[in-house]
């Protein structure tokens, strides 16, 4: 970590302390707002050859313009690529040519606060919402690839859509537990889970209608019926392997998992091997 990065962690962990102590509510709304802000935005210069070819698509949802992308038109089946948290659909180009010549109409959208779309925030709900949308006025999409945030975003959405067997779902890395990214957060900050943890859980509630807890792709996948390709690396320090053991213990039919080692978070979506099983595997 840079001196300029050093100094602003500081100064933000020095800004919550004082903020909880004077008020653990305050301290907590300020928090969530954080949680839910991407602090970098992927912005390439020069796009992947792949996407100048693209059809260029773009949409107004929930006061959001999503801009999006869209290859081989009329083809048979659909294909989704959903990234994740502070990424963009333009970091899986190597996926679009592989599914296109499967003969997939391949469908990629940057999520709110993400890439070129507009906004600032984003939270799980608001990305589930996405996904069933692209999937009802640019689908049927029976086809999915999704990592980490996007997974977990993609799993609330088919558990709410009506589908069967004959989906297909690749989980790469997905964001499995959301408290696990909650408790990331505290540790991060150095705010202690006392008071503000509690009022921080309390805003997620509220404004949801639903616990942290319901934000789980263990809790999805009684509702799924896809089959369903999920990679994790031993070495994931974002979405660590021990959050899928209650999900690997309920020994799904449709799930089959694939366990790497030394590939981490993002290096797992690039690697060649596993870009052929998934595309293989739709």
């Not at 959208?109 to 890439?115: L, R, S, Y």
Request: proline letters at 4%; charged letters at 25%; one cysteine or more.
């Amino acid at each position: 970590m840079k001196l300029r990065q050093k100094l602003a962690v500081t100064y933000l962990r020095t800004t919550f302390k004082v903020l909880a102590a004077v008020s653990k509510r305050r301290a907590a709304a300020k928090a969530y707002e954080l949680f839910c802000t991407p602090q970098s935005r992927t912005l390439k210069k020069n796009l992947p050859v792949i996407f100048n070819q693209a059809e260029k698509l773009h949409f107004r949802f929930q006061n959001h313009t999503i801009i999006g992308y869209r290859w081989n038109p009329g083809a048979g089946r659909k294909a989704m690529i959903i990234h994740g948290f502070e990424s963009s659909v333009v970091n899986f180009d190597k996926y679009v040519s592989p599914l296109i010549d499967k003969g997939y109409e391949v469908l990629a959208f940057d999520a709110p606060a993400h890439g070129l779309s507009s906004g600032t925030k984003i939270n799980a709900p608001l990305y589930r919402d996405l996904i069933k949308h692209i999937h009802r006025e640019y689908g049927p999409v029976q086809s999915f690839v999704a990592h980490s945030f996007g997974g977990l975003a993609v799993c609330m959405a088919l558990a709410e859509v009506r589908h069967d067997h004959n989906f297909r779902l690749a989980l790469i890395a997905p964001a499995t537990e959301t408290s696990t990214a909650i408790d990331q957060f505290f540790h991060f900050l150095q705010l202690p889970d006392g008071g503000v943890r509690k009022n921080f859980e309390e805003i997620i509630a509220t404004r949801s209608g639903h616990p942290v807890s319901w934000f789980s792709i263990p809790r999805t996948l009684k509702k799924i019926k896809a089959r369903v390709l999920w990679f994790h690396d031993k070495d994931d320090r974002i979405t660590p392997l021990s959050d899928i053991f209650r999900v690997k213990d309920e020994n799904y039919l449709n799930i089959q998992f694939i366990i790497t080692k030394g590939l981490g978070h993002r290096k797992i979506y690039k690697d060649v091997k596993v870009g052929k099983a998934i595309v293989n595997f739709l």
